[in-house]
C-alpha cells in the first residue's frame, strides 16, 4: 500500500521537488494533503493533478480563486493559517513533508508531531526556533523527525549503522555562496539581485539569502544539534565549493564516510519519504570524470559573521536560537525589500540576540510573544 502524504508548502521549491519525486514513485507515495501560502495557479495546478484529499491556502485573497476554480471537485479547501495548522493536525497521513520557509514552519511540525505522524523536515527553523518543545512531543506521542536538508541527510546517511559514541564530529560542508571571493570591503555594496544569484542550487528567496551570508549554515549547525545530539564543539563546518560532497562524520579512528551526489533537492527528499529505502529514481548522477576537483577550505568568519552568531546561539541555548532565527527571518526580508543594507542583517541578528529576553525553557506563548518583539525592533532598525 502507498504511503499517505502530506506537503506543506507544496508550491516553493521543496514542494514542488517532492512533487516530482511523489509523480515519479506513484506505486509507493499518495497525495492526501497540499497548502500554498498565496500561489493560488500553482496550488490550483498541483490539486487537479494530485486530486489530493484537502488543500489549504493561506492568503485569503486567493482563497476565492482556489474556491471558483476547484469548488466543483471533491476537494476541501481550507483556508488562512488556521487551515494550515488544522491540515497539520490531521492524522491520516504517514508522513509529513514540511517545505514552508521561516519561523512561521515551526507551529505546524509541531502539531503533526502532537498528532503522531512523522514529519519529513525541511524547515530547519521548527527546530532552531522550538527544539525543546518538539523533542518533548516527540517523546509524547512516538512521532518521527526525518531531515531534509541536504547536509542532514547527509549525515543521517552517515551514521547508519555507525555507534554514536565512536563519532568525533559531524562536517557540514557549505558552498561558500556567491561571496565567497568577493573582497571583504565591498559587502555594503551588495545588491538584492547578486545575493539571490547562487551559483550551484535553484531555492527559494528567503534560503538564498542566507546561503549568501552563511546564516544557514549557522542554523544548520543548531539544527544538528537537536536532530543528532552533538554539541557546539563537535559540529565542524568546512566550505566545499562545488556541493558535492554534501556533509561528512569523522570517527574516533581517524576515518571521514561522506555522502555525495550531484545538488539535486529531490535525492534527499525521496530518500526523507521513503526511508530506509534507497528507490530508483530517473534524476541526474553523479559522474566522477566530469564533476572536476572538489576542493575545501575554511571558513572566514569576518566574512561570515552570522556562522559565528549561530555558535554563540547555540552555547546559550533557551531563546537565543529563536531569537536569532526570528530576527534573521525579518531582516532579510527588509534586505530583499531593499530598506537595509546586505552587511546590516547580521548587526541587526547580533543586536536582537544580545538584547532579547532571555528564557531558558520558553513555551510556545514565550516564543510568540518574542516574535512580536523581534518583529518591531527590525522593522524599527534604521
Request: charged residues 20%; hydrophobic residues 40%.
Amino acid at each position: 500500500m502507498p504511503k499517505q502524504i502530506s506537503i506543506l508548502g507544496s508550491t516553493g521549491s521543496i514542494g514542488v521537488n517532492a512533487l516530482k519525486v511523489a509523480d515519479h514513485l506513484t506505486g509507493e507515495l499518495n497525495v492526501v494533503y497540499l497548502s500554498a501560502h498565496s500561489n493560488s495557479a500553482r496550488l490550483i495546478e498541483q490539486a487537479e493533478k494530485f486530486n489530493p484529499k484537502a488543500i489549504a491556502i493561506v492568503d485569503p485573497g486567493a482563497y476565492q480563486k482556489v474556491k471558483n476554480t476547484l469548488g466543483a471537485k471533491k476537494i476541501e479547501i481550507l483556508k488562512g493559517r488556521e487551515g494550515l495548522l488544522n491540515l497539520a493536525l490531521r492524522d491520516d497521513v504517514d508522513i509529513m513533508l514540511n517545505g514552508l520557509v521561516g519561523a512561521g514552519g515551526m507551529e505546524p511540525t509541531l502539531n503533526a508531531i502532537d498528532a503522531g505522524v512523522d514529519v519529513a523536515l525541511s524547515n530547519k527553523e521548527s527546530l532552531v526556533m522550538a527544539g525543546d518543545i518538539i523533542y518533548r512531543a516527540m517523546e509524547r506521542t512516538g512521532a518521527k523527525l526525518f531531515p531534509v536538508d541536504s547536509e542532514h541527510s547527509a549525515i543521517w546517511q552517515c551514521m547508519a549503522g555507525e555507534n554514536v559514541n565512536d563519532i568525533r564530529s559531524l562536517i557540514l560542508t557549505g558552498s561558500g555562496g556567491p561571496f565567497r571571493n568577493r573582497p571583504l570591503n565591498t559587502f555594503q555594496d551588495i545588491s538584492v539581485e547578486e545575493a539571490l544569484n547562487h551559483p550551484n542550487w535553484d531555492m527559494g528567496k528567503k534560503i538564498t539569502i542566507d546561503s549568501a551570508t552563511m546564516m544557514n549554515k549557522g542554523l544548520e549547525v543548531i539544527e544538528a544539534f537537536w536532530l543528532f545530539g552533538f554539541n557546539h564543539d563537535k559540529v565542524k563546518i568546512v566550505i566545499h565549493p562545488q556541493s558535492i560532497i554534501h556533509s561528512m562524520i569523522e570517527l574516533k579512528d581517524g576515518a571521514v564516510k561522506a555522502q555525495l551526489g550531484v545538488p539535486d533537492m529531490k535525492v534527499p527528499i525521496q530518500y526523507a519519504l521513503t526511508y530506509p529505502r534507497h528507490l530508483p529514481a530517473p534524476w541526474e548522477q553523479l559522474d566522477f570524470f566530469t564533476c572536476g576537483d572538489l576542493t575545501f577550505q575554511e571558513p572566514d568568519l569576518d566574512r561570515f559573521p552570522c556562522i559565528s552568531l549561530a555558535f554563540e546561539a547555540l552555547k546559550n541555548l533557551g531563546t537565543t536560537p529563536a531569537a536569532l532565527n526570528l530576527s534573521n527571518d525579518y531582516a532579510v526580508q527588509r534586505f530583499l525589500d531593499k530598506e537595509i543594507k546586505f552587511t546590516d542583517i547580521p548587526r541587526i541578528n547580533e543586536m536582537i540576540m544580545n538584547s532579547h529576553n532571555w528564557i531558558e525553557h520558553p513555551t510556545l506563548e514565550d516564543l510568540k510573544d518574542l516574535d512580536g518583539w523581534v518583529y518591531k525592533t527590525v522593522f524599527n532598525f534604521h
